[in-house]
C-alpha cells in the first residue's frame, strides 16, 4: 500500500480544478460554521463565504446578468426551516469515499456520462490525468468527511454508507438542485470545511 496522499496546498488544488474549465461547473469550499450543515450548503451557494484557505474556486456565472438578480443562480437554496432542511437532504444519497475519485471525474465530462464519454470523448486517454487531480481535490478532506450527492445510480439506497457505487457507469437520475432538470453534484462535509462541486446541463 502507498503512502497516504499529503494534504494540497494552494497551487496543487488550482491545478486540480482545471479539470472543471471545460464545463458549466461551479466548485466552491465554505467554512463549516453549523451543526446542520445544509445552513452551511445555503451560505456556499449564496457565495456568501469564501475559501477558508483563500485558495481558488470555479464560478462560471460570475458578474452575468441572472446573477445580478439572484446572488445563488442557477441553485434552488434549500429551506430554511429545519423541517424543510431535512426534506431537502433526502434528496442527497451518502456514498464511501472509495466511490468519490470517480464521482469527481465523472462531475468533469462533457455529457455527465462516463459511457457516453467513452464512446465519443477518447476518456480512456485522458482518464489517468482526470483521476490524479480528482485524488488532489479529495485529499483535501480528512478521512472523517462525509460524502453527499444528488446523482441517482444502480442500486442506489438514501443515506447508505455500504453501498460503493461506481460512477464510471451510467447514472439512474438526479435530484435537481438548481433551475435547470438536470444537475449532479458532491457535497463534501468535514468538521471545518464544507465543499461544493457541482456541474449542470443546461441544455
Request: aromatic fraction near 12%; proline fraction near 7%.
Amino acid at each position: 500500500m502507498g503512502a497516504a496522499m499529503q494534504t494540497p496546498d494552494a497551487r496543487a488544488w488550482a491545478e486540480a480544478l482545471s479539470m472543471y474549465e471545460r464545463r458549466y461547473s461551479y466548485v466552491s469550499v465554505g467554512p463549516r460554521a453549523h451543526q446542520d450543515w445544509v445552513r452551511d450548503v445555503a451560505a456556499v451557494m449564496r457565495r456568501e463565504v469564501t475559501d477558508p484557505r483563500s485558495w481558488r474556486w470555479l464560478d462560471v456565472d460570475e458578474g452575468e446578468e441572472e446573477r445580478l438578480e439572484e446572488p445563488f443562480f442557477p441553485f434552488v437554496l434549500p429551506p430554511s426551516a429545519p423541517q424543510g432542511a431535512a426534506a431537502w437532504r433526502r434528496g442527497l444519497r451518502t456514498v464511501p469515499r472509495t466511490s468519490v475519485e470517480r464521482l469527481l471525474v465523472m462531475l468533469s465530462t462533457t455529457w455527465l456520462d462516463v459511457p457516453r464519454e467513452r464512446a465519443r470523448n477518447d476518456f480512456e486517454t485522458r482518464r489517468p490525468e482526470l483521476e490524479r487531480k480528482a485524488r488532489v481535490i479529495l485529499s483535501r478532506f480528512p478521512e472523517e468527511t462525509s460524502f453527499h450527492t444528488n446523482a441517482g445510480y444502480p442500486r442506489a439506497r438514501t443515506d447508505s454508507r455500504t453501498d460503493a457505487p461506481d460512477f464510471y457507469e451510467a447514472t439512474t437520475g438526479c435530484t435537481p438542485f438548481s433551475q435547470y432538470d438536470w444537475d449532479l453534484g458532491l457535497i463534501a462535509v468535514s468538521a471545518t470545511e464544507l465543499g461544493l462541486f457541482w456541474s449542470f446541463d443546461a441544455t
